[in-house]
């Protein structure tokens, strides 16, 4: 197969989404919809991608840096908006003197799939084309370019706002997604003029140009519309996020996991959940989240690039980001695994815990209002309600160590740096500020004064 060149173009402003991030930076479960977009296209393992970008192009390139898209990009810079064909040619100083196809996509088509540019790509060829053009069929074409046939060839596009009254009742439209030989592409660019309603270089023009040029100009319609839906607005990128999140919930069910409520579970693209796991209503997996078989994921729930292992059970309004869970481990309701934690098997953190950088050792134990932060918690230790470790005197965080089997009684105060050897046991209301020996009991409480007679005496001062 011929080099497949990639070109995104990514330099509009978006105005109607009225927002100071770029419209190809918005997201839909998880993903940015320039992301999207390069994924889409990565299975074709192109020559080369190359971005347009012009409106905060460095808030786009920053953005694409960290993403998970792997490829080398190579970003071109569109200064003035001056329609797609002016854009497209700005990718002639990376492009020119190469050989192949370019296949043309537009950045804020989030749906497209990479069967389809597949199916685009081998029609091109066969048809030996200069040019082919993605189409579909749609009740309502409002807003997009009508594709005119002659002789059940194409043989224009006309814009909307260029069309006749006859022009727009046809029902097939331009996609904005195309394939170019790429050997006449920019001299045909060239001879493109601005005599439209805009005054802008509009690339369906091309196809016009290689008509009189005896090239070949070919289509090929989508099956589903939806895929060549764009996104220019907050409401659009809402509908299109339901479509992806009512498509993924059912893959999700048809690999065996109970979503009690799709219309109410936002699962991101990248999250994989193991086969019998129930997810309650207004659950929220997002980023790289691995979920186990056989879990429960409770209402209000929320779970971000974390990994959770099998037989889980997640209660209400529990969050947990950037963390490790066990297997059989119960959690919630109200806790809070914060980044850098690691609960192990069969541990308990309950109702109002939080865990901040903190390991939990397998079979523990913080079943109440506690605040454990970098700490390590051993094996089959309790830690009673209203325990904290205070991890931070004003400039440094420091370390918390408790070993196996320790008993930490209510209300206590663990003043790090400090260890509690393993089999201690705090008494409650202890501030500890001394390492424990192993097997011994820590007091750390003042001497309580019992005054006889105080409310009496205190009511007759009064």
Known sequence: MDDIHVVVLAAGKGTRMKSQVPKVLHRISGLSLIERVLLTADPLAPASITLVVGHEADQIKTALARSVVQRPLQFVTQEQQLGTGHALLQARQVLEGKSGVVLLLSGDVPLLTSNTLRSLIDTHLQSQAAATVVTAEMTRPFGYGRIVRTSGRIARIVEERDASPAQRKITEINSGIYAFELAPLFAALDSIGTANNQGEYYLPDLVGIYRKQKRTVATWTVERAEEIRGINSR???????????????????????????????????????????????????????????????????????????????????????????????????????????????????????ELKKTSLGKGAKANHLAYLGDATVGTATNVGAGTITCNYDGETKHQTVIGDGVFVGSNSTLVAPVTLGDGAYIAAGSAVTKDVPAGALGIGRARQENKEGWREKRRNKA
Do not use: K
């Open 235 to 353: 409401t659009e990128l809402a509908e299109v996020s339901a479509m992806v999140r009512q498509q993924r919930n059912e893959e999700l069910m048809a690999a065996g996991v109970t979503l009690i409520d799709p219309a109410t579970t936002y699962v991101d693209s990248d999250v994989v959940v193991g086969a019998d796991t129930v997810i309650h209503p207004c659950v929220f997996l997002e980023g790289s989240t691995r979920i186990g078989a056989a879990c429960e994921i409770h209402s209000g729930a929320r779970i971000v690039n974390s990994t959770i292992g099998d037989r889980v059970c997640v209660r209400n309004h529990t969050v947990v980001t950037d963390s490790t869970v066990g297997d059989g481990v119960f959690l919630g309701p109200f806790a809070h695994i914060r980044p850098g934690s690691q609960v192990g098997d069969d541990a308990h953190v309950g109702n109002f815990v």
